[in-house]
């Protein structure tokens, strides 16, 4: 989840909205990479969530960090709820995920530089403190009850709203992980082609990286539960977005389906003010019954963004979101397998003309079917290990065109983050199969096996 933003004054008038969306557009050369990525952190004796507070804790982690790494703390009611350092963040989700939020970087070597770093640094405290960390899509075994709050007003407010909007909601914030990157455009167009593309192949990369076929110590039913939670989390703010492909699309239709999702909040002074369900156009105007006269500010707007969950968004970015939480090299791969895809102009008009004739329905059906089924997939003639091989194709050409070497220059580019992939596609077989295989074949159904197995 986002950290409060910051900078901007009074809106005063109203195509300030679409100018704060358009301020992302840069030149091709200034285009970076920012990833993200969350992990589950528990205690090796029990195997239970992390708590906060503890000599094992959350709270442990992020000061051990803090004063052995040279990172920064972000503090929030008088807690440490997150850390800085050279344009990167350690955040924390609801349940205490720990989530790196990376610093813009130019090549793919470079992300994973940054991976690699920050899981050596949360190893070394974690060893110490007694504390593990593990990559998957989904939490394997812990209930509801077990998981911890963390104190942060934001969560407090959206847990209550969770539930009267859906289902599953809880469930995102409490007991899921997932890998994400931010990706830059250079106009509108620009935006708006690879927003299409985005959201179109999103069930690609859910079933590519599909790491949640156990849940609740049993299977789930689903290659990803993960993507299923977001199906029945809160229809206003998720989802596929039909109106992304119609005539007209750009930074102002954004702007007016960003007005249209309920409120949360408004930040103010260090805290977080409930604003549950309440409109901001009303805010606009100076009536947000949270904030009577008040009159809202970018940062406001800025905040607004960061509670829309569809399965890619914009800011003054795009962001990539349908892939589960999973091992190193699937935090590698994400970042690799989109910035082939977008970052070449070849490679986005191939993406672009692989999906051209799907319809909303199709993208629909495609996301349902990634969830359920994985490599497995199908809809109508559309076969997803299929699909996924062109796609990685298509990514791979993009990759070698950028040529972006490695240190040193002793890797020529960036195509080997997509082994991960290819194994994938090659073998048929995603981590959700392995984890469920073992979990049904020598681990008996005993969910402890999957720590041992699959953490850092």
Not at 69 to 94: D, M
Not at 319 to 324: I, L, Q, V
Not at 380 to 387: A, N, Q, S
Not at 443 to 452: N, S, W
């Amino acid at each position: 989840m986002s950290i409060p933003q910051s900078g901007g004054g009074v809106i005063e008038r109203f195509d300030q909205l679409a100018g704060y969306l358009e301020s992302g557009c840069k030149p091709a050369e200034d285009w970076r990479i920012g990833t993200e990525h969350e992990k589950f952190g528990f205690v090796k004796s029990t195997l239970e969530p992390l708590p906060y507070d503890g000599d094992c804790s959350i709270r442990t982690m992020l000061e051990e960090l803090r004063k052995g790494f040279g990172w920064s703390a972000v503090n929030e009611g008088g807690n440490i709820i997150g850390l800085e350092r050279e344009g990167a963040h350690v955040s924390l989700e609801p349940g205490g995920q720990l989530e790196l939020s990376g610093a813009q970087l130019r090549t793919i070597h470079e992300t994973c530089d940054e991976a690699n770093t920050h899981l050596e640094e949360v190893r070394a405290v974690a060893d110490r403190i007694g504390a593990g960390f593990i990559g998957l899509g989904a939490s394997p075994d812990w209930s509801h009850d077990q998981m911890p709050m963390m104190p942060k007003g934001r969560y407090r407010l959206m847990t209550d709203y969770m539930d009267r909007v859906g289902k599953l909601g809880t469930q995102m914030m409490y007991r899921t992980c997932t890998i994400q990157v931010n990706l830059d455009f250079r106009s509108e167009a620009d935006m708006v082609r690879k927003l299409r593309v985005g959201l179109s192949l999103q069930p690609v990369a859910t079933a590519l990286f599909a790491s949640s076929a156990v849940f609740e110590g049993r299977p789930s039913g689903h290659q990803s539960w993960r993507s299923r939670v977001w199906r029945d989390l809160d229809a206003d703010r998720t989802g596929m977005l039909p109106f992304v492909f119609e005539d007209g699309m750009g930074f102002e239709r954004w702007v007016d389906y960003a007005l249209d999702v309920p409120m949360y909040f408004v930040y103010r002074d260090g805290r977080y003010i409930d604003a549950l369900g309440q409109s901001f156009r009303d805010f606009l105007d100076g009536r947000l019954p949270a904030l009577p006269g008040e009159m809202p500010t970018l940062s406001d707007w800025a905040d607004h963004l960061t509670t829309l969950f569809p399965e890619a968004r914009v800011k003054k970015f795009i962001e990539m979101r349908g892939a589960d939480g999973g091992p190193w090299r699937r935090i590698c791969a994400l970042p690799a397998l989109w910035v082939g895809l977008l970052y070449d102009e070849t490679s986005l008009d191939a993406a672009a003309d692989l999906c051209k004739d799907w319809d909303a329905e199709s993208r629909e059906e495609l996301r349902v079917a990634a969830s359920v089924d994985g490599m497995n997939a199908r809809v109508g003639d559309i076969f997803m290990r299929d699909l996924a091989r062109d796609v990685l194709a298509i990514s791979e050409a993009g990759l070698k065109s950028r040529a972006r070497p490695g240190a040193l220059g002793l890797i020529a580019d960036e195509t080997h983050f997509l082994n991960a992939l290819h194994d994938v596609v090659d073998s048929g077989c995603t981590l959700a199969d392995e984890v469920l295989e073992k979990f049904l074949g020598e681990y008996d159904r005993d969910p402890a096996r999957i720590y041992a197995d699959y953490s850092y």
